[in-house]
């Protein structure tokens, strides 16, 4: 297998990349050596990692994982990083909590146990932090100099902050019309951030032609050429979301979707957990969550088809707002495998989830967390969640990067003069 090259990057002969073995296409099963390749080179799907995994007693791997740092590091294992990644300076993203939501199951009457896993703690409040960490390894083990992405902004946050402390260049691309909070934490790292007119897919489509130019020399993009290894970031949800949980699987996962690649990747974790033996094989069920106004894979479902139809995206969930989502057919296989489905909300909805989740359990997700939450109400309602099981609702980033959504409605409840008289004559403080 000799490594292919992209035009316009480097790469080295040996990079060190801990268990990561090869590069394998998920159409055609063809391996190649680990480099920065995105596309097979004969059927042009599209390539994950391959791995050696430990081999071993489970319980002595449990052990170690137990042992790591309170971070992604702790499965360094079974991520394509090297052994003594943790001793090098990367933002150190994961561990976040697995909030108990008991407020929310009464209200949503959830018996079995229902879970949110609270992304927004991550270093730049996202869920990104994970994918953008592990592409930081591949960037060094291939020689890169310039960090890049195209993005609907928390991972240009995400970028741009992993590059600063990895001490690489960072030029990022973004829609021009992003919410503001995204476009000044994306800003505040000095990289380059560049608006690009038009939505997501056309600044994927530009980023797509700078990579086989001269100008994309010596860049990494983590969605492109290092896809492979960024998309293993996601796995560590799956890993946190077990062990938290006691070493066991939940019985249902709602995930947003946005490529569709986390979705895809979580459920890879999932597999590799029970190919381990470090959780016990039961039947499990995914669902995925999209906007009313970008919806292309929920339509797919919907619609019984194999392939999904690209939409324009209209949504105030800008964070998923992906017409035409790369992994898209590949959620619908696993949605459609582990029993579980594909549907949206409206931005209405969206809202709602938001302050719903706000006031039962004190987390203020962004619009992506009120497209889950509002798929998964949804969905409970209408018997295809089932209440008396364990249920995950993944939160993958911070509320106060989408202000804009509830500004309207989150409003101060009175203003008042500081005296009690006033206090008293507003009918305050005596619910």
């Known amino acids: ?60 791997l449990r052990k170690r994982i137990e042992a790591g740092p309170d971070n992604i590091w702790r499965y360094a294992p079974l991520l394509p990083v090297p052994a003594d990644v943790a001793e090098k300076p990367n933002i150190n993203p994961g561990f976040t909590k697995l909030v108990k939501a008991d407020n929310l199951a009464r209200e949503l009457g959830v018996t079995g146990g229902l879970y949110v896993k609270d992304d927004s703690g991550n270093p730049t409040h996202s869920f990104k932090d994970r994918v953008v960490a592990i592409a930081v390894e591949a960037a060094r083990a291939f020689g890169f100099t310039t960090l890049s992405c195209s993005s609907t902004g928390n991972l240009a946050g995400a970028v741009g902050a992993a590059a600063a402390r990895a001490g690489l260049r960072s030029c990022v691309f973004i829609p021009h019309d992003l919410e503001q909070g995204k476009v000044v934490m994306a800003a505040v790292y000095g990289g380059e951030l560049v608006g690009i007119e038009g ?97 292309p894979v929920s339509a797919a479902f919907k619609a019984g088809h194999d392939v999904v139809r690209p939409q324009k995206p209209n949504t105030i969930a800008k964070s998923l707002a992906i017409g035409n989502p790369a992994d898209g057919p590949y959620v619908l296989d696993i949605a459609r495998r582990t029993g579980g489905a594909v549907e949206d909300v409206t931005d209405e909805q969206v809202v709602d989830a938001i302050k719903l989740l706000a006031r039962t359990e004190g987390i203020f997700g962004e619009t992506a967390g009120g497209v889950t939450l509002g798929v998964t109400k949804k969905l409970i309602e209408a018997g295809v969640i089932d209440r008396t099981l364990t249920t995950v609702v993944v939160n993958t980033g911070d509320g106060l990067k989408t202000l804009d959504a509830v500004s309207a409605t989150s409003q101060a409840t009175a203003t008042i003069k500081p005296s009690l008289d006033a206090f008293r004559a507003a009918g305050l403080g005596t619910a």
């Open 1 to 60: 297998m000799a490594v292919q090259t992209v035009a316009g990057n480097a790469t080295t002969a040996s990079p060190d990349l801990g268990p990561a073995a090869a590069l394998s296409c998920r159409e055609c099963g063809e391996r190649f050596e680990l480099g920065p390749l995105f596309a097979c080179a004969s059927c042009f799907g599209p390539l994950e990692v391959a791995y050696d995994l430990p081999t071993g007693s489970p319980e002595e």
């Open 199 to 295: 939505n997501y897919d056309d600044v994927n489509r530009f980023c797509s032609e700078l990579i086989g130019d001269p100008l994309g020399e010596g860049w990494g993009f983590v969605n492109v050429n290092l896809r492979p290894y960024y998309g293993e970031g996601s796995k560590t949800l799956a890993y946190e979301i077990c062990e938290q949980l006691g070493w066991r699987l939940p019985d249902q996962i709602v995930i947003p979707i946005a490529s569709g690649s986390q979705l895809t990747k979580i459920d890879k974790g999932l597999q590799e957990l029970i190919k381990l033996g470090l959780v016990e094989d039961k039947p499990y069920k995914i669902f995925g969550a999209q906007a009313e106004g970008c919806s």
